[in-house]
């Protein structure tokens, strides 16, 4: 297993991140990462989302919504085309740091077989992952 972890801290609300985080329909124009996502916002049910790492392809997947609790916790799982092959699971995480803002955790849990062949990928979404938080937190700290 392979685990990514990135952590930025944002100068507003957790209410306020969660917003700009789940107002889908606002990504493309913020977001270099994720590039769209598309479905209903509950567990249990699909997403489609599209992803473009830095210096690297963009793909389109569609993963089950394993957490969705407001303010706290955003959580998918995706699979390359059936599971055991290469799936992650993806987490967008927010705790209220004090004084008004927002400690960011986004990350992602990889297994399967083919995850040892796919160092470089991770290098690059780790990447895209890193420019997403920056993205959002220069979003959330609009005034």
């Not at 969660?18 to 479905?39: C, M, R």
Request: hydrophobic share 40%; with cysteine; net charge neutral.
């Amino acid at each position: 297993m392979q685990h990514i972890e990135t952590e930025i801290l944002i100068n507003a609300s957790p209410e306020k991140v969660w917003a700009v985080l789940t107002d889908f329909d606002h990504h493309p124009k913020w977001n270099p990462f994720i590039k769209s996502i598309e479905g209903e916002k509950a567990v249990g049910k699909q997403l489609k989302v599209a992803i473009q790492p830095p210096g690297g392809g963009g793909m389109t997947f569609k993963p089950e919504v394993l957490a969705f609790e407001a303010n706290k916790e955003f959580r998918w799982k995706g699979k390359l085309l059936v599971k055991g092959i290469f799936d992650g699971e993806h987490y967008f995480r927010l705790a209220d740091a004090g004084n008004g803002a927002t400690r960011f955790s986004h990350g992602e849990k990889f297994s399967g077989f083919l995850v040892a062949l796919m160092g470089g990928m991770l290098d690059k979404t780790k990447a895209g992952f890193e420019l997403m938080n920056e993205a959002l937190k220069k979003e959330c700290e609009k005034v």
